[in-house]
């Protein structure tokens, strides 16, 4: 059995290539979970409570660019495994009409029950059991996403009050924007000026969340680096860290790995990158001249 959740598009959502942004679609999961939830009352999901549900871990492909054709978006979700103490959704992003189904993604979502008062995980409570199995589909896992590699560069990171959730973190969906931020330094430095690069959009996006930002004056830290490259693909590993007052080992408070397809704006399709542009990401694997 499937949840769907119908969702509403902006124009606010789309990047400079025409394309909804990538953030974008973490937000219509983000919408359509609590919607899900919102059919089991002692799931708290988005609520200021003693209680709540925290996510693990995000898991994203994104199959084909999605425009504003159409400003309505179906997403699908359902329940790929339960454990004692956490639980993993899965989605589908797509579209219907006369010419049938298109899916522009899916995801999947690790999430654990969390009790503030004593900073700890809980157990699945008998109730919360019944109400997702009806919903249960497992499936395997997916193969990882190298993470091989060392920091290359440093973008400064400044959490805003605005991002907060009730739970006074920064809400999930937007570390895909400060992992986005860092990555479009990272590319920027990268690039030298009058160099011809390809454009780029995401193909797969994993983030695991290991510890809540909160707001503060000083800035955190992403560190980003290159693992891997292919003739039309690049992976960049990020890392969230807390880089204390200097004297400890830095904390490390979020990672995603992300799989970037160098693309041609003309045909909508991947392109291969440009000798100039695989230059630039073999020097980060140090396998440059």
Same mark, same amino acid.
């Given at each position: 059995?499937?949840?769907?959740?119908?969702?509403?598009?902006?124009?606010?959502?789309?990047?400079?290539?025409?394309?909804?942004?990538?953030?974008?679609?973490?937000?219509?999961?983000?919408?359509?979970?609590?919607?899900?939830?919102?059919?089991?009352?002692?799931?708290?999901?988005?609520?200021?409570?003693?209680?709540?549900?925290?996510?693990?871990?995000?898991?994203?492909?994104?199959?084909?660019?999605?425009?504003?054709?159409?400003?309505?978006?179906?997403?699908?979700?359902?329940?790929?495994?339960?454990?004692?103490?956490?639980?993993?959704?899965?989605?589908?992003?797509?579209?219907?009409?006369?010419?049938?189904?298109?899916?522009?993604?899916?995801?999947?979502?690790?999430?654990?029950?969390?009790?503030?008062?004593?900073?700890?995980?809980?157990?699945?409570?008998?109730?919360?059991?019944?109400?997702?199995?009806?919903?249960?589909?497992?499936?395997?896992?997916?193969?990882?996403?190298?993470?091989?590699?060392?920091?290359?560069?440093?973008?400064?990171?400044?959490?805003?009050?605005?991002?907060?959730?009730?739970?006074?973190?920064?809400?999930? =969906?937007?570390?895909?924007?400060?992992?986005?931020?860092?990555? *479009?330094? %990272?590319? $920027?430095? +990268? !690039?030298? #000026? /009058?160099? =011809?690069?390809?454009?780029?959009?995401?193909?797969?996006?994993? *983030?695991? %969340?290991? $510890?809540? +930002? !909160?707001? #503060? /004056?000083?800035?955190?830290?992403?560190?980003?680096?290159?693992?891997?490259?292919?003739?039309?693909?690049?992976?960049?590993?990020?890392?969230?860290?807390?880089?204390?007052?200097?004297?400890?080992?830095?904390?490390?408070?979020?990672?995603?790995?992300?799989?970037?397809?160098?693309?041609?704006?003309?045909?909508?399709?991947?392109?291969?990158?440009?000798?100039?542009?695989?230059?630039?990401?073999?020097?980060?694997?140090?396998?440059?001249?």
């Amino acid at each position: 059995m499937r949840h769907t959740y119908t969702g509403q598009l902006r124009w606010a959502d789309m990047d400079l290539l025409g394309h909804v942004n990538n953030v974008t679609y973490v937000d219509l999961l983000q919408e359509a979970r609590i919607a899900f939830f919102g059919q089991h009352r002692s799931i708290a999901a988005g609520q200021e409570t003693p209680e709540g549900i925290l996510v693990v871990k995000h898991q994203v492909d994104f199959l084909i660019p999605l425009n504003l054709r159409s400003t309505v978006i179906l997403v699908d979700t359902w329940v790929e495994r339960i454990r004692a103490g956490a639980f993993t959704l899965a989605h589908e992003i797509y579209r219907e009409d006369d010419s049938g189904r298109t899916v522009f993604a899916r995801a999947s979502t690790e999430l654990a029950p969390f009790v503030f008062a004593t900073a700890s995980p809980r157990r699945l409570s008998p109730e919360e059991k019944e109400f997702l199995g009806p919903y249960l589909v497992e499936t395997p896992a997916r193969s990882p996403i190298s993470v091989e590699g060392s920091t290359r560069h440093v973008y400064p990171l400044h959490v805003r009050w605005s991002e907060l959730d009730p739970y006074r973190h920064a809400n999930n =969906v937007h570390y895909y924007e400060y992992f986005q931020e860092a990555r *479009v330094s %990272y590319i $920027r430095h +990268l !690039h030298t #000026r /009058g160099e =011809v690069w390809s454009q780029n959009v995401i193909a797969r996006m994993d *983030v695991e %969340y290991l $510890r809540p +930002l !909160h707001y #503060r /004056g000083a800035p955190y830290e992403v560190h980003s680096w290159v693992s891997g490259m292919g003739s039309k693909s690049y992976t960049v590993v990020h890392e969230i860290r807390d880089p204390g007052d200097g004297t400890g080992t830095p904390e490390v408070l979020a990672r995603s790995r992300v799989v970037m397809v160098t693309f041609d704006v003309e045909t909508q399709k991947a392109a291969p990158m440009t000798e100039q542009q695989r230059a630039a990401f073999a020097a980060e694997l140090d396998l440059g001249s």
